[in-house]
């Protein structure tokens, strides 16, 4: 089967856009979500917008350090919750 | 007529029969076969899609064989226990020879030897809804004969939908018993497949009807008692600030945990509520109540939480949460739940007035955390406060017994060191 395909090939190709990174992360936790995330606005509170749990939050938070190769401490987690704020954080900066 | 006594795949032809699929499931419907009458079928070929209050379920089968018959039709509502497909063994040949019903099968309505349809199941709709899930024991065999069996192996082969003389018994005089049957119940036999969720509609009309029956045959009773979490919050923190993010915990961990714990203890709320009688379940399974975003939630459980430490504990919930999200549940975290949590998280209410999942007798709720006024050493400060609530059934237990349960729980948050 080709369960495994998509790993490897994740890694592989990391994704360098913090934008992109973040929203793929959420549209990787909550799929039905995908439709909504183009017209998000980035500097809103994306977590209360989405009605993201704190299951949804940690599972995100995990993509997103795993695909940044740095750890997230807890407490950031209250200064990283729009879109831009998790952008600089994740040295996209610009 | 001679039985299958072993299981031999070289049965001589089996009933397959509606599967439990979660303690508080007694019926459901077929929506779909996945195979036709004729077919030659193989262990682990998908036979059909059953429709649950809260899912749509593949039904796999267990043996190779030929499809001889359906025996109920497509649509219509169906108690846990009815026989829904006949195989007839590949070796035996003809579909005239003589079949044997099976009669140990849990069916409502016993089948009348050598009938070529069954009778047809119950309507449900036409009568009082059971009082809980199906009889513990089978009807009696057509031939006057039963298997010996503990209750409890008839309950747990009635819930798995094996039949009691394919299975060998270990007990006395070959009685068989729990393990045994816990030992013959396949490996996730049944799963929900990918992202098929049932529509919001469709899903809101079956918790419509669950829950009413919920109310109008368990009589209620709810408590109410304020924990304070502070304690717990730093626990968590300071534990968290050390650790990579895959290993973080978060508060429904330890709310498992605690309820676990509270529930081995106090066993009169860990269990099912059969035939005008409680039965203490032998493990304590949690369910824990997630909500879907489609609408309509899901309660598959952490099976023995009280034996596991709150790090396993939350690695579950993580895989649940993920695998009720997208649609993967698997059917051995649906069956055997003993007691259920609902938790409002962070952006929820204040406190739930929960409504029981029958069989069950206890549903504990979590409201969100907030920052209250409280009285510590005769000095009014700051806390985060956390309801906790017992939704419970009078039939069980009383105020006094559903208190102390509380009181406990209340306890092992308050000292999150000992979780």
């Known amino acids: 089967m080709n369960t495994d395909n998509t790993l490897p090939d994740s890694a592989d190709h990391r994704i360098v856009d913090p934008v992109t990174m973040i929203l793929a992360a959420i549209a990787d936790v909550a799929p ?25 939050h940690l599972s995100v ?34 | 007529m001679s039985d299958p006594t072993d299981a031999d795949p070289a049965f001589a032809g089996y009933d397959y029969v509606l599967p439990s699929l979660g303690a508080d499931m007694d019926e ?10 004729g077919d030659t079928v193989h262990r682990g070929d998908l036979m059909a899609v059953v429709e649950t209050e809260k899912s749509d379920i593949d039904i796999e089968i267990w043996h190779d064989g030929i499809v001889e018959a359906f025996l109920v039709p497509i649509g219509e509502l169906i108690e846990v226990g009815t026989p829904i497909v006949r195989l007839r063994s590949i070796e035996s040949g003809a579909a005239s020879q003589p079949h044997a019903p099976t009669p140990t099968q849990p069916a409502p309505a016993a089948t009348e030897p050598g009938r070529p349809e069954p009778a047809r199941p119950a309507p449900v709709r036409s009568q009082p809804p059971p009082a809980g899930p199906p009889p513990a024991g089978p009807p009696a065999r057509p031939d006057g004969q039963r298997v010996p069996a503990s209750p409890l192996a008839r309950r747990l082969a009635d819930e798995h939908g094996l039949d009691l003389t394919m299975l060998t018994g270990t007990g006395p005089g070959g009685a068989v018993l729990a393990a045994d049957v816990r030992g013959a119940v396949p490996v996730e036999p049944l799963r929900l497949e990918s992202p098929r969720r049932r529509t919001p509609s469709t899903m809101r009309s079956l918790i419509a009807e669950r829950m009413s029956r919920s109310n109008r045959e368990i009589p209620h009773y709810h408590l109410a008692r304020d924990v ?21 915990l ?23 509520w059969v035939d005008d009688h409680f039965e203490p379940a032998d493990s304590v399974n949690v369910a824990m109540a997630i909500s879907l975003r489609g609408g309509g939630l899901v309660t598959p459980h952490v099976r023995a939480a009280d034996e596991r430490s709150v790090d396993e504990i939350m690695s579950t919930l993580n895989e649940l949460v993920s695998a009720a999200r997208s649609g993967n549940l698997r059917a051995s975290w649906m069956t055997g739940s003993t007691i259920t949590i609902t938790n409002l998280g962070d952006t929820g209410a204040d406190l739930v007035h929960g409504v029981i999942s029958p069989p069950q007798v206890a549903l504990v709720g979590f409201g969100r955390s907030r920052q209250r006024p409280w009285i510590v050493d005769d000095l009014v400060t700051i806390r985060p406060i956390v309801t906790a609530t017992l939704a419970a059934d009078h039939r069980a237990t009383d105020g006094a017994n559903g208190s102390r349960f509380l009181a406990t729980i209340a306890n092992h948050l308050e000292h999150p060191e000992d979780l």
Do not use: K
């Open chain 2, 228 to 248: 304070d979490v502070g304690r717990l919050g730093s626990w968590i923190a300071e534990r968290n600030e050390n650790r990579p993010i895959t290993e973080r």
């Open chain 2, 250 to 272: 978060l508060p429904a961990a330890c709310y498992v945990r605690a309820v676990a714990l509270a529930a081995a203890r106090h066993s009169e709320f860990n269990g099912s």
């Open chain 1, 32 to 56: 039905e979500l995908e439709p909504e995330l183009a017209g998000l606005d980035p500097d809103v509170d994306f977590w209360t917008e989405l009605q993201l749990d704190s299951m949804d």
């Open chain 2, 28 to 37: 459901g419907r077929v929506v779909e076969w996945r195979v036709a009458v």
């Open chain 1, 61 to 94: 938070m995990t993509r997103l350090a795993t695909q940044a190769g740095r750890d997230i401490p807890e407490r950031d987690y209250p200064r990283l919750t729009t879109i831009n704020e998790l952008r600089t954080y994740l040295g996209g900066g610009q």
